[in-house]
């Protein structure tokens, strides 16, 4: 049975930092590509970040840049996401997704809420 779990969200101030992670299992989770996505009350689903399953390429949306930071740890088969100098406008539920050719993944989602 595939899962994705992800863990690591919470409440935190402006400034501050969080890291989440996503535990999986069920496949071969170093044939995947892994990336996480984001999506706030009203808004639509938003790629974060992204992280390649052969070279670890990374790629990241522009509002998070220089701050978040995806790695992947194949032993563990989980994937992580640094988030620092978290702003407000980053609270929102956070995905993990798996994918691979025309699978496709997804986790259940952890709340990130940044307020003062």
């Known amino acids: 049975q595939v899962q994705l779990v992800e863990s690591g969200g919470g409440l935190v101030q402006p400034g501050g930092s969080l890291r989440l992670c996503c535990a999986a299992?069920?496949?071969?989770?170093?044939?995947?590509?892994m990336s996480w996505y984001r999506q706030a009350p009203g808004k639509e689903r938003e790629l974060v970040a992204a992280?390649?399953?052969?070279?670890?390429?990374?790629n990241y949306a522009d509002s998070v840049k220089g701050r978040f930071t995806i790695s992947r740890d194949n032993a563990k088969n989980t994937v992580y996401l640094q988030m620092n100098s978290l702003k407000p406008e980053a609270t929102a539920v956070y995905y993990c997704?798996?994918?691979?050719?025309?699978?496709?993944?997804w986790g259940q989602g952890t709340q990130v809420t940044v307020s003062s």
């Open positions: 299992s069920g496949f071969t989770f170093s044939d995947y590509a």
């Open positions: 992280i390649g399953y052969v070279t670890g390429s990374t």
């Open positions: 997704k798996a994918a691979r050719w025309l699978t496709t993944y």
